[in-house]
């Protein structure tokens, strides 16, 4: 289940997986509808929720520090990149916006 809005810098995944599920947060420029799909520029950096343990960790920093040392970002997007992702891992950590649980339901009916 993905759930992205036009003009915020981030796309939501709920990942069903029976081993992890998780709740991914993609940080990225803000996603653009096409004709056909919508697209989005990945910013690299990852905050995921485990639910097995309430574990949220930011992940990919060495590819967001990569992409940063070799000029693949610019400044104005990696601090968008790193504010986004403190942001969202606040959020999955205090699990007060309804969006979050309300993933999880959208994808149990699912299945």
């Known amino acids: 289940m993905v759930l992205l809005a036009a003009g915020r810098p981030w796309v939501a995944w709920w990942v069903g997986d029976p081993a992890d599920r ?3 947060i993609d940080v990225c ?3 653009e509808g096409t004709e056909a799909c919508w697209r989005y520029i ?3 950096l990852d905050p ?3 639910e097995r343990d ?3 960790e930011i992940e990919d920093w060495d590819e967001y520090e990569q992409a940063c040392r070799n000029g ?3 400044a104005d997007d990696a601090k968008l990149a790193q504010s986004t992702a403190e942001d969202r891992a606040g959020a999955l950590r205090r699990r007060d916006e309804s969006w979050q ?5 959208m994808l149990s009916q699912q299945t």
């Open 22 to 24: 998780r709740l991914e």
């Open 29 to 31: 420029l803000p996603p």
């Open 42 to 44: 990945d910013l690299e």
């Open 48 to 50: 995921v929720l485990h």
């Open 54 to 56: 309430s574990r949220v």
């Open 72 to 74: 693949w970002m610019s």
């Open 101 to 105: 649980e309300r993933g999880w339901q």
